[in-house]
């Protein structure tokens, strides 16, 4: 009986990484016929993950803690940071993403990375080269991941083969108007009256090595900014304890609006002026709002590796 190979996203699942779990499982298994492709994801999965599963009738993945063991796939991330726990002592055999390449592996394995706005968008295009059906409840699923990764094409992230994509996968699923429908998810995403500071921050949060020490960065998208105001000081004070407990070098958390394109900043960091050089603004309390910053990938890592990683 063959061995089981997991297919996983990175620590703090978002949608892009839980939909391209449960995608490319199900691709893995119908290109070769089998079923021991199984999809799992590394933590709890957030509030729109888990509207859009309900929406389109997937269960939830059982979440993997160790990988050490066990045969992987990873979806969505590379970087060792990023990844669940134990992947030193796992089997990795195979690598899909769009984000930087920081890899390592002492084996040949393949290794799709395309740089388009989402994980899904690349995934989708598997399915279509390989003339695989997409049903559509699937098509629902991958399209709401690519419209969230791509803040419904607003992100400098977004390609024009991920707009294609949309298009195909829009007219499957049978949505007429995908950009009202990514709307729906954004207003589900950026509900966080019920959350604690500490959750809000973690709900879509990614941390990275860089030579000065380890980063987190958080994001929150919002239809609208104001609504969060409130809140600041509590997301303050919950980042500069998290800071302290998992000896971060820097925590940093940025609250988009999705409408007006630019995102707030709050910052714990052993260098703030580090952050005001990358960005070229100044810090008030700790705060700074951008325009025109919209993207963790493209935007905020890059200004930040050039500062603390040189």
């Keep these: 009986m063959q061995e089981k190979i997991y297919v996983i996203g990175h620590k703090s699942p978002d949608?892009?990484?839980v939909a391209g779990a449960i995608s490319y499982a199900q691709f893995k298994?119908?290109?070769e016929g089998v079923n021991f492709y199984v999809p799992v994801v590394a933590g709890i999965i957030n509030k729109e993950t888990e509207y859009v599963l309900e929406k389109f009738g997937f269960e939830k993945p059982k979440i993997l803690k160790d990988l050490k063991n066990k045969k992987v796939i990873l979806v969505d991330h590379n970087e060792v940071s990023q990844s669940a726990d134990g992947r030193e002592g796992a089997e990795i055999v195979e690598v899909l993403d769009h984000h930087k390449v920081d890899?390592?592996?002492?084996?040949?394995?393949?290794?799709?990375?395309?740089?388009?706005?989402?994980?899904?968008?690349i995934i989708a295009h598997c399915y279509f080269k390989n003339n695989i059906k997409i049903n559509k409840n699937l098509a629902g699923l991958i399209l709401s991941a690519i419209l969230v990764d791509t803040v419904i094409t607003k992100s400098p992230t977004c390609t024009e083969k991920d707009k294609e994509i949309i298009e195909k996968l829009a007219e499957i699923a049978e949505i007429k108007d995908w950009k009202e429908y990514g709307m729906?998810?954004?207003?589900?995403?950026?509900?966080?009256?019920?959350?604690?500071p500490k959750e809000i921050i973690k709900s879509d949060f990614k941390d990275f090595v860089f030579k000065v020490g380890r980063f987190g960065i958080g994001q929150v998208e919002t239809v609208n900014l104001e609504e969060l105001n409130s809140l600041e000081d509590n997301l303050l004070k919950s980042l500069n304890d998290l800071k302290k407990s998992g000896d971060y070098h820097s925590i940093i958390l940025f609250i988009t609006d999705i409408i007006k394109e630019g995102s707030r900043f709050l910052v714990a960091s052993e260098d703030a002026s580090g952050f005001e050089k990358a960005f070229k603004v100044k810090l008030k309390n700790n705060k700074v709002y951008i325009d025109k910053i919209i993207s963790r990938k493209k935007q905020v890592i890059p200004k930040l590796t050039k500062i603390f990683d040189k």
């Design 29 to 31: 298994n119908k290109l």
């Design 15 to 17: 949608l892009d990484s």
């Design 103 to 121: 890899f390592k592996y002492s084996e040949l394995i393949v290794f799709k990375v395309l740089p388009w706005g989402a994980s899904a968008s």
């Design 184 to 196: 729906e998810i954004f207003k589900v995403r950026s509900s966080v009256s019920d959350l604690s």
